[in-house]
């Protein structure tokens, strides 16, 4: 289970939005098959019987109502952004010309 | 006056009641020891005189006018990197927050600062705290005040190095798996990670939301009950924040009784695996906490065996969700790839450029666990592991009153040793991991030296969700009784620091 190839790490940094180099893809399809190998164990345990538990505390979802608060202001909220036409987040195109 | 930088937090805000110092002439010591050592140390990324001098001088003007906002009022502290700050960068250790600033502050920023307590600046740690050796940020690695040469912990060594080197009385961590408790056992220092949802995390930026917990670094377990009363609380900013009323863990603290307290000690991770020194202090402060009134028994914890591996799935799985987020588009690093390109491409390169080798082997490792396919194996067999250490926990509990284990298996590592083969780094958190599985609170109190090495040892203390008050009890009583067989504290032991040392 814990074959990861070259092509599924490419596949998985694509995923994750990540430009990873092709050493940098090399070194990582090594490092996953080892880390996989050593987390495996978890699949002895997990037996059906067992439910799965997302959350260390037990808590209800958190209702507040509806009115407005605690709002950053926009040339707060605009101050570190890399790029800004004064109101609103300026991103590159997001279709590419094959789109 | 640079005697004002050995004191205790206690000790300064009682100084400060008396009128016998002023939060001026404390936040200057504090800063002349940073100017002096943290060349050697690193355990600051930021670092501004002027702003603490100046909300230093506000509580001098608050105290003479007779309204201090708490007794800490003018104590200072160093806040580690992950929570957000207005009025200094946040960068999580990470090149692609480089330089940012925060719009708003943490809510335990904003609480410290309620309290009067001065900002000195931001820890060092390991990229989104990844790493338990703080040698992952991006900004260089913190050093061990005791060995120049040797890790601090991580991945809050440099909140854990700034009070061990007496470059601040009290600090903020965050422990994801550790990353409070396990520098304290590596710099002879104190950590609390408390209760899930005893502390706000708003503000902290996340690694693993479901284990992350924001708590505090000191010297003494009296700072940190102390800090821990100014920080808890139910905060509507965080939707997984408790509302129960806490009790005050100072007097917990100065109620320290062990006579009767009913102490676990867990099998599992008392032998194989840990440095004989590691051991023998535990051992003999169990003797200690025995002779003083405490029942010692064993207790069977069999899924810690798993606990590791289930970590290492759900903390990745949750950490590529939550490192999303940057981005490119509202905030950090924007790197623009040859020839420009689409947003996709424009976040590709960012996020290559700004990331460091571990944060990319666990976002990695994250997104497989948690894709098609592979999510029933990995990341929900790891989430039923996590049913199995928490019923574990559950059951010794039934049994006992608080649970102890070394803090780790061994002590502060050299620089670099450990760097090539991340999973043996990985496996030193075996004996935190499973607190955060289960939401529950710890401690880790220095413990003595090892015979071997000579390096600071900690002992751990876990207790049941809410029953934080229970590890100041024990780690105040066992404190008391180790300074008193030693004639001094473990930290007064630790080499002088003379800066100018590389």
């Not at chain 2, 009025?87 to 940012?100: A, F, Q, Y």
């Not at chain 2, 780690?475 to 008391?480: D, R, S, T």
Request: charged share 20%; aromatic share 6%; glycine share 8%.
């Amino acid at each position: 289970m814990s074959d990861i190839s070259a092509e599924q790490v490419r596949h998985l940094a694509n995923l994750a939005r990540i430009d990873l180099s092709d050493a940098e893809i090399a070194t990582m399809t090594t490092e996953l098959g080892q880390i996989m190998e050593a987390v495996a164990s978890v699949q002895a345990v997990a037996t059906p019987d067992v439910p799965a538990t997302s959350h260390p505390i037990p808590l209800k979802n958190v209702y507040r109502a509806d009115v407005v608060a605690d709002v950053i202001p926009t040339d707060k909220a605009l101050a570190s952004a890399p790029e800004h036409d004064g109101s609103r987040f300026k991103v590159s195109a997001i279709l590419g010309e094959e789109q | 006056m640079s005697d004002l930088i050995h004191k205790s937090a206690a000790e300064l805000a009682e100084m400060l009641a008396a009128g016998t110092t002023t939060s001026v002439e404390i936040t200057q010591a504090h800063l002349d020891r940073i100017a002096a050592v943290d060349g050697d140390v690193h355990a600051f990324l930021h670092v501004n005189a002027e702003v603490s001098l100046a909300a230093a001088k506000a509580s001098d003007e608050r105290r003479a006018a007779g309204a201090p906002l708490s007794d800490l009022d003018g104590v200072p502290i160093a806040i580690k990197d992950v929570l957000v700050t207005t009025d200094m960068p946040s960068t999580s250790g990470s090149k692609i927050l480089e330089g940012w600033m925060s719009p708003y502050d943490a809510t335990v920023v904003t609480k410290v600062r309620e309290a009067g307590l001065v900002p000195l600046g931001k820890t060092n740690m390991d990229e989104f705290a990844m790493g338990s050796s703080t040698e992952h940020s991006a900004y260089g690695p913190t050093r061990n005040p005791w060995d120049l040469d040797r890790i601090p912990g991580g991945s809050g060594g440099g909140s854990a190095a700034a009070v061990a080197a007496y470059e601040a009385p009290l600090a903020l961590g965050s422990d994801t798996g550790g990353s409070i408790r396990q520098p304290a056992h590596i710099t002879g220092t104190v950590g609390v990670k408390p209760t899930y949802g005893g502390v706000s995390r708003y503000g902290a930026i996340a690694l693993a939301s479901s284990f992350d917990q924001i708590g505090p670094v000191t010297r003494t377990v009296l700072d940190s009950a102390l800090l821990h009363d100014v920080i808890k609380g139910h905060d509507r900013h965080d939707s997984t924040s408790l509302t129960d009323e806490w009790p005050s863990f100072a007097d917990a603290v100065k109620n320290a009784n062990v006579k009767g307290l009913k102490i676990g000690v867990i099998e599992q991770l008392d032998g194989e695996g840990f440095q004989p020194g590691v051991l023998a202090r535990f051992h003999e402060s169990l003797e200690l906490l025995k002779a003083s009134g405490a029942e010692i028994v064993n207790v069977s914890l069999p899924s810690l065996e798993h606990a590791v591996a289930a970590y290492y799935l759900i903390l990745p799985a949750e950490a590529s969700s939550n490192l999303a987020k940057f981005d490119s588009v509202r905030f950090g690093l924007r790197v623009q790839p040859e020839g420009g390109g689409t947003v996709e491409q424009v976040m590709s390169a960012t996020r290559e450029a700004g990331f460091g080798a571990e944060v990319k082997r666990r976002i990695i490792l994250g997104t497989y666990a948690l894709s098609a396919g592979y999510y029933d194996a990995y990341y929900g067999s790891a989430q039923k592991v996590r049913t199995l250490v928490q019923c574990d926990f559950a059951d010794a509990f039934s049994k006992v009153d608080v649970l102890a284990s070394p803090t780790a298996p061994t002590t502060a590592w050299k620089l670099g040793e450990q760097l090539d083969d991340p999973v043996a780094m990985w496996r030193g958190d075996i004996a935190t991991i499973p607190a955060n599985m289960a939401g529950i609170p710890g401690i880790s109190i220095p413990a003595g030296l090892a015979d071997e090495d000579g390096l600071p040892v900690g002992i751990q203390f876990l207790a049941p969700a809410r029953e934080d008050a229970r590890l100041y009890n024990v780690g105040a009583a066992l404190e008391a009784l180790l300074e008193k067989k030693w004639g001094h504290t473990l930290l007064s032991q630790a080499p002088e620091l003379k800066g100018g040392a590389l």
